[in-house]
């Protein structure tokens, strides 16, 4: 993941991208604000192409980290950090990846076998209540391509959506500013609702103008009063489409919690009762989720164990919160849903510690939760399984190739049923939709493991299916 020189860059041709979008915008009449803003014309639905090979989107594309576009497209991909992080033993940074210094040409298809451990689930006989499953999509689109991402994900049959609110994008320059990527993703959020889904979003990354220490990674403001402003600004603007907040992302990491508030459960805690109050300020129907944590242990500098870090949390005054639901990151690299930790898989990594078991970090967060009397349910606002397969280049980590795509599917659909046959989990956020375009993958960046739709790698745009997207489908 790119260095904030990097991101400086990527920053600096996103302007260029975004000009094309301003001048397409210069017509429009003044900015309008919740609860109605004016949406481009609805695509029929008989415009929607099969979705094994999607064409490019028409109209200016914004730098993201999942465009229609070719990969000469494609700005910017590396500065949104997501998904699940590795362990405090692992050689490599937390921060970053290993890399090739230019993308192959020529590299061969590499196909995986299916997992002995796999364990099949019959999808025609799967019934999963879609009122608890959501996926997650990135924000950074131009109109038309975020309503083509709707299409997508209706064929799902989900109920949520959930898209990060991203301050330092949303408010680059200034507090109080209405800037136009603030007018953009109150047009996203109100489409998503148009659409029937729950909308859930996800507030992270301060700016670096809120921020006058370590700025390079992302982090909290240094005046917790101007994240009050900020929440109250975006609640004028898209609260009355907006169903749940999650207040953060995993602080239990120094690339999400960089500043002058060292990383600490007691610490998040006075960032989650400022934006608590403002949000219950505005409305008490909102669903308010605590910042779900990297599954990951402590490594001086880096990161710090997410059960310790719950603890923390709790012991800072969590459960003085009674209608609020705890934010969970199970993820699972090379480990079975119905695994518990540890030494399952004979001669295979990263599973030797209960943060890398889907069921095991389930079971531990519960008796944490109950342990200090409370009894807040669970929303796994980000899980998933990665896989490598069929991609013309060779995986970030070895234990990607753990993993087939039959083996995300099946381990996927089994952790819905896992997760919906208890009271005390809600809703399941599938992490993520389309992170994988040909400049992730040939990068070798881990989102693009995890996402069910991928290029064909011939510079087209078109994208195929990966059998979990099938399998939600398919499903009775």
């Excluded at 362990?87 to 921060?95: F, N, R």
């Excluded at 364990?119 to 950074?140: C, E, F, K, S």
């Excluded at 095991?360 to 397969?389: H, K, P, S, V």
Aim: glycine letters at 6%; one cysteine or more.
């Amino acid at each position: 993941m790119p260095s904030k020189s990097a991101k400086q860059i990527f920053s600096i041709l996103a302007i260029v991208l975004l000009s094309a979008t301003l001048n397409a915008c210069a017509t429009e009449s003044a900015i309008s604000v919740a609860p109605e803003v004016q949406l481009k014309a609805d695509l029929p639905s008989s415009a929607l192409p099969a979705i094994e090979a999607l064409p490019p989107v028409a109209g200016a594309q914004l730098p993201t980290a999942d465009p229609l576009a070719p990969p000469a497209a494609a700005t910017d991909t590396g500065d949104q950090n997501f998904g699940p992080v590795i362990g405090p033993e692992y050689t490599q940074p937390p921060t970053s990846t290993s890399r090739p210094t230019d993308a192959p040409t020529a590299a061969p298809v590499v196909t995986l076998p299916g997992s002995a451990y796999t364990t099949a689930v019959p999808v025609d006989q799967t019934w999963l209540d879609p009122a608890r499953m959501g996926i997650q999509l990135h924000y950074n689109y131009d109109v038309d391509t975020w309503e083509y991402r709707m299409q997508q994900i209706v064929p799902l049959r989900v109920g949520w959506i959930k898209v990060q609110a991203a301050w330092e994008w949303l408010q680059p320059d200034r507090d109080g500013q209405f800037d136009q990527n603030f007018r953009l993703f109150q047009l996203h959020v109100q489409k998503a609702d148009k659409y029937g889904f729950q909308v859930m979003i996800s507030v992270v990354k301060a700016p670096d103008w809120s921020r006058h220490t370590n700025r390079n990674e992302d982090g909290p403001p240094d005046d917790l009063n101007q994240l009050a402003s900020f929440l109250r600004l975006l609640m004028e603007q898209v609260g009355p489409y907006v169903d749940a907040i999650e207040i953060w992302n995993e602080p239990n990491l120094r690339r999400e919690w960089t500043g002058s508030r060292p990383i600490s459960g007691a610490n998040y805690m006075e960032l989650f009762r400022v934006a608590y109050d403002t949000i219950r300020a505005y409305s008490p129907a909102i669903t308010v989720i605590t910042a779900g944590l990297a599954p990951t242990g402590n490594h001086s500098g880096v990161s710090v164990d997410d059960r310790a870090f719950l603890r923390q949390m709790y012991q800072a005054g969590l459960a003085r919160y009674s209608d609020i639901k705890i934010g969970v990151h199970p993820y699972s690299w090379g480990n079975p849903p119905d695994f518990l930790c540890c030494d399952n898989v004979d001669g295979q990594g990263w599973d030797d510690q209960p943060q890398f078991f889907f069921q095991q970090t389930l079971r531990d967060y519960a008796g944490i939760i109950a342990a200090y009397g409370d009894n807040a349910q669970m929303w796994l606002t980000e899980f998933g399984w990665a896989t490598w397969e069929d991609y013309p280049s060779s995986a970030p980590d070895p234990w990607m190739a753990y993993n087939s795509a039959q083996d995300q599917m099946d381990y996927t659909m089994r952790a819905f049923q896992i997760g919906q046959a208890r009271a005390d989990i809600g809703v399941m956020i599938l992490w993520n939709l389309s992170y994988a375009v040909e400049l992730t993958v040939y990068e070798r960046n881990e989102l693009a493991a995890y996402s069910i739709l991928y290029p064909y790698f011939d510079g087209s745009g078109n994208q195929h299916r990966r059998p979990i997207y099938r399998a939600l489908e398919r499903r009775p």
